[in-house]
């Protein structure tokens, strides 16, 4: 009987890890596909100096959207067309979430 309970709590215990463990996946694959953004828009998009547009707290559906507006060539742009070329649907939804979750 305690070993039927322990071994339900451990199962529990795993079955919540599951979720934990892949969000920081994703944050992870995220913040290394931003890392090619950081030359310009800041470590962390975190902007320095007001040159460049931050992207820290920026919502996640605003970037999307920016970045199919760039592969688009509907957003006037000097750099960003031939940057949003470069990324697939899932990797622009990884940045996108992982810049949302950073501070201003
Ligand atoms: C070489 C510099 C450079 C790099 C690298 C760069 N950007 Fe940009 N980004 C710009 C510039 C400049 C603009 C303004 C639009 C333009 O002129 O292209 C911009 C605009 C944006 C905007 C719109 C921001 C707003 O406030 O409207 C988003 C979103 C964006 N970039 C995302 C990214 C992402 C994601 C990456 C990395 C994959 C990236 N950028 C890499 C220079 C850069």
Request: glycine share 10%; with cysteine; proline share 4%.
């Amino acid at each position: 009987m305690r070993s039927t309970a322990v071994l339900l709590i451990a199962g529990i215990a795993a079955f919540a890890a599951i979720p934990a463990q892949a969000a920081s996946k994703e944050y992870i694959a995220g913040q290394r596909l931003a890392a090619t953004c950081a030359n310009c828009h800041g470590t962390n998009g975190v902007a320095i100096g007001g040159g460049f547009l931050p992207l820290a707290g920026m919502p996640a559906n605003a970037i999307v959207a920016n970045m199919k507006a760039f592969q688009a060539g509907t957003r006037p742009a000097t750099i960003m067309h031939q940057i949003a070329k470069g990324y697939t649907d899932e990797q622009i939804q990884l940045m996108a979430a992982f810049y949302a979750a950073q501070n201003k």
